[in-house]
């Protein structure tokens, strides 16, 4: 099985930053993709960030020029780097992952996995 786990969310001021990270602790996942989204309360979750396995970029316009997406594929790891934070920007926030992983009897299991999300919080 494949398991996300998010980590560095938390409470700051505007205009302060975040680092969130997002790594597999369970077995190892050929990635195709990974994601960022986020939920704020009584709103949609959204995508804020994707990155691809060839190291391509997306960003939702509301984040672009603040936040940046890096990975580690061979650690199943990715990262959100945000910075000049809004209180708009206070949501729980979801790693999200695509790929590939192998069975003990080399099955292959294509999937979409969803970490747990982490809160942040952003105060005026």
């Known amino acids: 099985q494949v398991q996300l786990v998010e980590s560095g969310g938390g409470l700051v001021q505007a205009g302060e930053s975040l680092t969130l990270s997002c790594a597999n602790s369970g077995r190892q996942l050929s990635i195709n993709a990974m994601e960022w989204h986020r939920q704020a309360p009584g709103k949609q979750r959204e995508l804020v960030a994707r990155?691809?396995?060839?190291?391509?970029?997306n960003f939702a316009d509301s984040v672009k020029g603040r936040f940046t997406i890096s990975s580690d594929n061979a650690k199943n790891t990715v990262y959100l780097r945000m910075n000049s934070l809004k209180p708009d920007d206070t949501a729980v926030y979801y790693c999200?992952?695509?790929?590939?992983?192998?069975?003990?009897?080399?099955?292959?299991?294509?999937?979409?996995?969803w970490g747990q999300g982490t809160q942040v919080t952003v105060s005026s």
């Open positions: 990155i691809t396995n060839s190291g391509n970029t």
């Open positions: 999200n992952a695509d790929g590939i992983y192998y069975l003990d009897n080399g099955t292959p299991v294509v999937g979409r996995y």
